[in-house]
């Protein structure tokens, strides 16, 4: 498996992409770059999603993932195919094409995800009573 971050879902014996709030019993699932599995939908991004109930769904899991990027220490927010988007609050921007200023010395960049090295995650389980 490669780099992940973010939430995550496990329906019908696979894992995708989600997004999912404590408050409601939908879970949006997203299909991985490439793909267009039944019952999935387009967005206008491109990309492919369903709307699922948490009782469909049989685990979620939240990834968080720090990794180290042009030797900084950054926090990977989404990963997408083999694109990450990544944050640091650390001033000033890195001088790089990819990089740029979000607010208040927080800045981003959407690298490839080979660029990124010492990859750690922490993955936590949400309860699916939620």
Same mark, same amino acid.
């Given at each position: 498996?490669? *780099?992940?971050?973010? @939430? #995550? &879902?496990? #329906?019908?014996? +696979?894992? #995708?992409?989600?997004? +999912?709030?404590?408050?409601? !019993?939908? *879970?949006?699932? +997203?299909?991985?770059?490439?793909?267009?599995?039944?019952?999935? $939908?387009? $967005?206008?991004?491109?990309?492919? @999603?369903?709307?699922?109930? !948490?009782?469909?769904?049989? #685990?979620?899991? @939240?990834?968080? $993932?720090?990794?180290?990027?042009?030797? !900084?220490?950054?926090? /990977? @927010? !989404?990963?997408?195919?083999?694109?990450?988007?990544?944050?640091?609050?650390?001033?000033? /921007?890195?001088?790089?094409?990819?990089?740029?200023?979000?607010?208040?010395?927080?800045?981003? &960049?959407?690298?490839?995800?080979?660029?990124?090295?010492?990859?750690?995650?922490? /993955?936590?389980?949400?309860?699916?009573?939620?």
């Amino acid at each position: 498996m490669g *780099v992940r971050a973010g @939430k #995550y &879902a496990v #329906y019908d014996g +696979f894992s #995708y992409s989600a997004s +999912f709030a404590s408050d409601t !019993r939908a *879970v949006l699932l +997203f299909a991985p770059e490439g793909t267009s599995p039944p019952g999935f $939908t387009p $967005t206008l991004s491109g990309r492919f @999603k369903m709307t699922v109930d !948490r009782s469909q769904i049989s #685990y979620l899991e @939240k990834v968080e $993932t720090h990794a180290v990027w042009q030797g !900084r220490r950054v926090e /990977v @927010k !989404r990963v997408t195919g083999s694109t990450a988007v990544i944050q640091q609050w650390q001033w000033p /921007v890195p001088d790089h094409p990819a990089a740029y200023a979000i607010e208040n010395g927080l800045w981003g &960049a959407k690298v490839p995800v080979e660029e990124l090295t010492e990859v750690v995650e922490t /993955v936590t389980e949400v309860p699916s009573a939620l």
